[in-house]
């Protein structure tokens, strides 16, 4: 079962998206800076259960058009389980992952993936220098552009 530290509504991780995020509790990777490095230990947080998720979208609906899930990828059947029920509530998802890839079970089932580890002499998405990459899955199209402040 995955766990969540953190639950907002956010306009700037995914572009053009209202997104209800949740942060899970648990990441293995320890990337040296991460800004949530507070959430790296998977005893803590509210557990996210369908049934919780199903709860949020249905106060959410109308508003959001996004579920985004910061890490969870190291339970891929738990993160699948809760990417279906967003779909089926036809809103698109998006995974934030620290990996290079994450495998075509989990695939099939977001809309947008934010692939790469945390670097901080590269950068996140807003810099032109970062090795993060963000993907719309629908059309295999880099939208990391979208992040760069003009």
């Known amino acids: 079962m995955l766990r969540f530290t953190d639950e907002q509504i956010v ?34 947080g509210t557990a996210l259960t369908p049934l919780y998720l199903q709860h949020r979208l249905d106060s959410y609906k ?4 996004c579920v985004l899930f910061l890490g969870g990828e190291w ?31 989990l695939k099939q089932r977001l809309t947008y993936l934010k692939t790469g580890r945390w670097r901080s002499e590269r950068g996140g998405l807003d810099s032109l220098h970062t090795n993060q990459i963000f993907t719309d899955l629908r059309t295999g199209q880099r939208l990391n552009h979208l992040f760069i402040r003009q």
Do not use: M
């Open 62 to 65: 109308g508003l959001i058009s």
């Open 11 to 44: 306009f700037q991780e995914v572009p053009n998206e209202v997104s209800l995020a949740f942060t899970i509790a648990g990441c293995q990777l320890g990337c040296k800076g991460c800004h949530s490095s507070y959430s790296w230990r998977s005893d803590q």
């Open 75 to 105: 339970q891929p059947d738990a993160l699948i389980a809760l990417l279906e029920l967003s779909r089926s509530a036809n809103l698109n998802t998006c995974l934030y992952t620290g990996l290079d890839d994450v495998g075509p079970a």
